[in-house]
């Protein structure tokens, strides 16, 4: 499954947890996130590793501030709850 999210910011930020540890993908207008924007969480396969109840850093876009859309592939049982921005 997937979340799509349009948004206008620097960072994104999610609450989310997974009983077991999961990998969720994150796509920024689509495509693979460029190494310049991952947040402190991605891996360098452009993944985040979701499992204990937190907020998790998603994309930090530094001062390119514009309109763009998040895509975030997850497995079943990964729970999302609030989005937050910065910039």
């Not at 499954?1 to 994104?12: K, P, R, W």
């Not at 998790?56 to 309109?67: H, R, S, T, W």
Request: hydrophobic residues 35%; glycine residues 8%.
């Amino acid at each position: 499954s997937a979340i799509v999210l349009n948004f206008t910011a620097n960072h994104v930020y999610l609450v989310m947890k997974s009983d077991k540890p999961q990998l969720i993908t994150v796509l920024l207008d689509g495509k693979p996130v460029p190494e310049k924007y991952w947040s402190t969480g991605i891996n360098k396969e452009g993944k985040i590793l979701v499992h204990e109840p937190r907020m998790y850093e998603i994309l930090n876009l530094k001062e390119d501030y514009g309109k763009h859309t998040l895509t975030l592939q997850c497995q079943k049982g990964i729970n999302a709850y609030v989005f937050t921005f910065g910039g």
